[in-house]
């Protein structure tokens, strides 16, 4: 219970002082853990982001997020885990073959994933 009352505490806080980065922050200071698709297919930069915070370093973790944010967002466009496949698929992971009621993503989002997949440097070009 006090969990979820210090994180409605904090969203409330973050909203009020200005959006998205602030809460950005206070959910890494509360939970301490990437939840996030990106660790499928980015774990080292996840991993950098998330011990600079425990270092106190927001530089690097403001520029590991900008570096990291097309690809969290990238990877949003479509019903999960299909993106995530797809993206793994072009490191070697995996195929990008989903099973029903999930279909393969669309090109357009395709291009896409492997566009922030490039960006973030986990892909040339």
Request: with cysteine; glycine share 4%.
């Amino acid at each position: 219970m006090s969990r979820l009352f210090a994180f409605i505490t904090l969203l409330a806080w973050a909203l009020w002082l200005g959006g998205l980065i602030t809460l950005f922050l206070c959910v890494i200071t509360l939970f301490h853990h990437d939840r996030s698709l990106a660790a499928n297919v980015a774990p080292k930069l996840c991993a950098a982001l998330h011990n600079a915070w425990q270092r106190g370093d927001v530089v690097t973790v403001q520029a590991l997020n900008e570096r990291l944010m097309p690809l969290h967002l990238a990877l949003f466009t479509e019903t999960s885990p299909a993106p995530v496949k797809y993206a793994a698929s072009l490191l070697g992971l995996c195929t990008a073959d989903v099973r029903l009621p999930l279909c393969e993503i669309q090109e357009a989002s395709k291009a896409k994933v492997r566009e922030a997949m490039v960006s973030a440097g986990l892909l040339s070009d």
